[in-house]
């Protein structure tokens, strides 16, 4: 597991303690993939209800409060694939 994959494990782990109802995916373009379901978050690449992927810059600012997921959405900076309803509650826990 690279140090990017490794960061966002932990923070994401941090923001979702507990779990989620439901699963999801990030996709760091260049980097791998982060699963979040009720144990948590980890490092892989299962299916999931949705997949969100970012670059590693937009991931980062998401996680540290500086970009707002759904402004990332809407300026094509996230790419949302599946559930959106699934989307929106994670939006929430991140923010």
Same mark, same amino acid.
């Given at each position: 597991?690279?140090? !990017?994959?490794?960061?966002?494990? &932990?923070?994401?782990?941090? /923001? !979702? ?7 999801? /995916?990030?996709?760091? #373009?260049? &980097? ?14 299962? &299916?999931?209800? !949705? ?5 590693? #810059?937009?991931? #980062? ?12 959405? $809407?300026?094509? /900076?996230? /790419? ?7 989307? $929106?509650?994670?939006?929430? !826990?991140?923010?």
């Amino acid at each position: 597991m690279n140090d !990017v994959i490794k960061a966002a494990v &932990e923070a994401l782990g941090t /923001k !979702v303690a507990g779990g989620i109802d439901g699963t999801a /995916k990030f996709v760091i #373009e260049g &980097e791998g993939s982060i699963v979040i379901d009720a144990d948590g978050a980890r490092a892989g690449d299962d &299916e999931t209800d !949705v997949t969100l992927t970012a670059s590693a #810059e937009t991931f #980062e600012g998401m996680m540290n409060g500086d970009v707002n997921p759904t402004m990332a959405f $809407m300026s094509g /900076k996230l /790419k949302i694939d599946g559930s959106m309803s699934a989307a $929106m509650k994670l939006a929430s !826990v991140l923010a």
